[in-house]
């Protein structure tokens, strides 16, 4: 192997590592504001702060589609200079969304409404924070995702500190720590891009180029955050908030493999974008070996954790524990299957088969929704979880086989044009 080979290959894995570390500040934020959350409020409210947790989650997902998935698709030069456009482009979702939030929280009563109008109040904030995110990424420049998350975890620490030590803690106070520090990360965070200004031609052009990549990625993980987040929702209807308060408080164990998770799926779809314009027939079986190796090492790792003893998880979870304990073998195992999906679909998404992995979402995702609402009527916390299991491994399944036919047919095509050049 040259050295030129060996310096690349070592620069990648700094990445790699720099993008994990990355992805677990972002979680330790989510993380230490629910378990303040856990130990400051009464379970019930515990429960509602998983609502509004939900409902930041399909925000930031489908912001993140148009701007920050996107740009990990177009290389790093693009990135760079159409960095400001899209942080525009965010600002102006999260608006939007805002929006809809704070409609939401007038319909509501009592301390979930005041919480919703938080939180629709920093939306925009929090969509740039999180596009700051994934243009250092996108950009190789990964020191900015370090520094806006950093920035966030201290100052929410902070904040929480002073409510918890005024005893000003309640579910609307622990909410705006959470969420003005990361809109206060985000303009902090700012200057120091170095980005320029975004112009009204650069965005009509961008729109333009991007409209149909944009339109794929938002329906599809428009229809992932729905199913996920959903769940949250179908819970609150059926079982209550101490239902939510069970699945919230798994959740936060479980919480960091998560992040690991989706630190693979951001750096996995650049490594395949790279393999497929130099080697397309070694697509599938390295985006294979990874999904192997990852998802077993998780599998290995959740479950190891699902067992940890009463005594660290009440010191976790406080009271939402003993709520949570009995579900959390059966969500440790969605971890591993979450892998195998996101290296089936990097892979599709390489090949430019946006729209192949769409259509698995099309089919999957009200199968999973009808699954879960039976198990929440029929049964309880634990039979939702289990159903969320099932189907998340029909739709690795599904997954796999859509991009086993997208590389065979690319295959298939390229024989035939060198049979007929032959």
Not at 180 to 200: M, N, Q, Y
Request: charged content about 10%; hydrophobic content about 55%; aromatic content about 8%.
């Amino acid at each position: 192997m040259s050295r030129g080979r060996i310096h690349s290959l070592v620069r990648s894995g700094f990445r790699v590592g720099l993008v994990s570390v990355d992805q677990a500040l972002s979680s330790l934020s989510n993380f230490a504001a629910s378990i303040i959350a856990a130990h400051s409020l009464p379970t019930e409210s515990f429960g509602a702060f998983g609502i509004i947790f939900a409902t930041y989650m399909m925000a930031i997902y489908s912001v993140r589609a148009i701007t920050g998935e996107v740009i990990l698709l177009i290389g790093a030069e693009r990135a760079r200079a159409d960095g400001a456009t899209n942080l525009l482009v965010s600002a102006a979702a999260g608006l939007c969304i805002g929006a809809l939030i704070f409609a939401a929280g007038c319909i509501v009563d009592g301390p979930l409404s005041a919480a919703f109008v938080v939180l629709a109040a920093g939306m925009a904030g929090l969509a740039v924070q999180d596009t700051i995110r994934y243009l250092g990424f996108a950009s190789q420049r990964v020191h900015f995702a370090l520094i806006v998350d950093i920035l966030w975890l201290v100052f929410m620490l902070a904040a929480c500190w002073f409510f918890l030590t005024s005893d000003a803690e309640s579910l609307t106070t622990v909410t705006g720590a959470w969420v003005g520090s990361g809109v206060a990360a985000a303009l902090v965070t700012l200057p120091f891009l170095k980005i320029g200004k975004p112009s009204a031609s650069r965005v009509r052009n961008w729109l333009r180029d991007q409209k149909a990549t944009m339109l794929s990625l938002f329906v599809d993980r428009g229809i992932v955050s729905a199913t996920q987040q959903s769940v949250v929702y179908i819970i609150a209807v059926t079982i209550g908030l101490e239902g939510n308060a069970a699945y919230r408080g798994a959740q936060i164990v479980i919480g960091p493999f998560s992040v690991i998770a989706m630190g693979f799926a951001t750096v996995m779809i650049p490594h395949f974008v790279k393999i497929w314009q130099r080697e397309p027939a070694a697509l599938l079986g390295q985006a294979a070996r990874i999904s192997i190796l990852s998802g077993g090492s998780l599998l290995l790792l959740t479950q190891l954790v699902a067992g940890i003893p009463d005594g660290l998880g009440r010191a976790l979870l406080d009271q939402s524990w003993a709520l949570g304990k009995p579900i959390l073998r059966a969500m440790a195992l969605i971890v591993p299957l979450q892998i195998a999906n996101f290296a089936a679909l990097g892979a599709l998404r390489a090949m430019g088969r946006v729209g192949m992995a769409l259509w698995v979402r099309v089919i999957v995702t009200p199968l999973t929704l009808i699954s879960v609402v039976t198990a929440a009527y029929l049964g309880d916390i634990g039979t939702v979880v289990w159903a969320q299991v099932v189907g998340a491994a029909v739709a690795s399944l599904l997954w796999w086989f859509v991009a086993w036919r997208a590389h065979l047919g690319h295959s298939e095509t390229l024989e035939g044009a060198k049979e007929s050049a032959g």
